[in-house]
């Protein structure tokens, strides 16, 4: 190789990276112009209807967003409503991976348990809230353990069928190579699992926290998104409303992007 010169690998990977900074780019700009053209049209139909309680722009909910802020309302109850959603969520994800590896790992016990998962999928959200509301009251526990009863089929069903894709070359091999039990699920099994994993987790936090909202606004104790909105819709006030509702929606967002998507980039790496 000549003084001087690059290495072809070297100029690839600063190709792949430029490349994937400009489809980033290209990505973000997309994402600006449609929200930009979102709000727009959500001014121009505000302007159209002309009543700005039951319809406001978007410049009087910034405006409450701002006022609830400051007066820290906003950030105690968002907090309240993310603890719930955090213990529902590992909550709902551990009991469900369990069952749903148990599941696809032993066909007989899958046969017997099936109507079961069918029946708790098929269950309304409502019912069960208002089951765990009558037989817990009004508590932390009953509210998350309502949420976590609604994830946990559908996270079952999800590692059932991760399960069921297990390489049955890759277990022989570790068997062959003695790998043992505790090598085999770190470096075999978990590996081909994490990305359902990580499919039911980006699943189920869209909808654990949108059913943590029904369950405060049933029983929040004063504390709570869900509750709040519940007691704006009482007053007709639709910029509380949309206050807390955007305000959670960019949270819920935030950590979409900043940690369920390079998650789920990362656990899918080994497949390229």
Request: proline letters at 4%.
């Amino acid at each position: 190789m000549a003084p001087g010169s690059t290495p072809i690998s070297s100029t690839r990977r600063r190709a792949n990276a430029s490349a994937a900074w400009m489809a980033g780019f290209e990505r973000l700009g997309w994402v600006v112009a449609s929200l930009l053209a979102f709000v727009a049209l959500w001014q121009v139909i505000a302007m159209i209807a002309n009543d700005v309680r039951r319809f406001p722009t978007p410049a009087a909910v910034l405006e409450t967003v701002m006022q609830l802020a400051a007066s820290g309302a906003l950030w105690s109850n968002i907090g309240v409503t993310l603890v719930r959603v955090a213990l529902a969520f590992f909550s709902a994800m551990i009991i469900g991976s369990v069952i749903g590896i148990l599941l696809g790992k032993y066909p007989r016990v899958d046969r017997f348990f099936d109507p079961w998962l069918v029946l708790f999928l098929n269950l309304p959200a409502i019912v069960t809230i208002t089951l765990c509301f009558i037989w817990g009251g009004l508590t932390q526990t009953a509210a998350v353990t309502a949420v976590a009863l609604n994830k946990i089929p559908s996270a079952a069903v999800t590692l059932r069928e991760g399960t069921r894709a297990l390489s049955r070359d890759l277990n022989e091999m570790a068997l062959i190579y003695k790998f043992g039990w505790w090598k085999t699920l770190r470096h075999v099994t978990i590996p081909q699992l994490a990305p359902y994993f990580a499919g039911a987790a980006r699943t189920g936090l869209a909808l654990i926290w949108k059913i943590v909202l029904v369950v405060e606004a049933f029983g929040g104790n004063g504390r709570g998104v869900g509750y709040q909105i519940f007691i704006a819709f009482q007053e007709f006030d639709v910029s509380t409303i949309l206050a807390y509702a955007l305000a959670f929606i960019l949270i819920v967002q935030i950590i979409e992007f900043t940690v369920l998507q390079p998650l789920l980039a990362r656990v899918n790496r080994w497949r390229r």
